[in-house]
């Protein structure tokens, strides 16, 4: 696994190994995001209770990396004379670590869809919207894999992979919205609207992490 940072600072040591520090923190904040967003898969589409209720508490160690990883970027561009590469890696980190914590965000949603739903019969679209979940976490697994290894070319893929994600959004969408003869309550439908919206923005917010590693990479948006 290639670092994010594959050069030295002879003039500046401590910078070089504080944006290393860094650049493991966003990993490890990373790998929480996966996480919560296998338990939240979990929980709407195994119906999984136990699942939905691990999310509170990653969501919290979550945004805390988030909170400390934003500060120490701050900090180093403040206080530490960064070179331009430098700058360029830390202003990426302060964008992705927004994207994961977002992420992270969509996977605390769509837990608390899944007690909501849980008393209602499983609904007909549910196979496709596990697709659809499926397909959207291995966006984000790529978006991580193309940030250790500093591949830029995995990063703008994504971009490519967001489109099966979208046409999913488009389709299940369409079929909920003209669904027709509903009994009993229409709460299910509403909510899995809202699953599918969170997992279409959770797709968008992988892509966007993408794009921040072609940046580290190239320096162009």
Same mark, same amino acid.
Request: charged share 25%; proline share 5%; with cysteine.
């Given at each position: ?38 338990? !939240?898969?979990? *929980? &709407?589409?195994?119906? +999984? ?5 691990? $999310?509170?508490? @990653? /969501?919290?160690?979550? %945004? ?78 790529? !978006?991580?894999? *193309? &940030?250790?290894?500093? +591949? ?5 893929? $994504?971009?490519? @992979? /967001?489109?099966?994600? %979208? ?55």
């Amino acid at each position: 696994m290639k670092a994010v940072i594959n050069h030295t600072n002879p003039e500046n040591p401590p910078n070089t190994r504080a944006i290393k520090r860094l650049e493991r923190d966003v990993l490890r904040m990373g790998a929480l995001v996966e996480q919560s967003f296998r338990l !939240s898969h979990q *929980a &709407l589409f195994a119906r +999984d209770l136990t699942a939905a209720e691990e $999310l509170p508490r @990653l /969501d919290k160690k979550i %945004d805390r990396f988030y909170r400390q990883i934003e500060s120490d970027c701050t900090s180093i561009m403040t206080l530490q004379a960064p070179t331009a590469q430098d700058l360029r890696c830390l202003s990426a980190f302060m964008q992705l670590v927004r994207d994961l914590e977002r992420i992270g965000d969509y996977a605390k949603d769509l837990a608390e869809i899944a007690i909501k739903i849980f008393p209602y019969p499983p609904h007909a679209s549910l196979p496709e919207i596990a697709l659809m979940s499926n397909n959207a976490q291995a966006m984000l697994a790529t !978006s991580l894999v *193309a &940030l250790a290894d500093l +591949d830029e070319i995995n990063g703008r893929r $994504l971009k490519y @992979l /967001d489109d099966d994600v %979208d046409n999913a959004y488009d389709q299940l969408y369409h079929t909920l919205a003209h669904q027709k003869d509903i009994p009993g309550v229409i709460e299910p439908i509403l909510l899995l609207t809202l699953a599918i919206r969170c997992l279409e923005r959770m797709a968008d917010h992988a892509t966007n992490i993408g794009q921040r590693v072609a940046y580290i990479v190239t320096g162009q948006r």
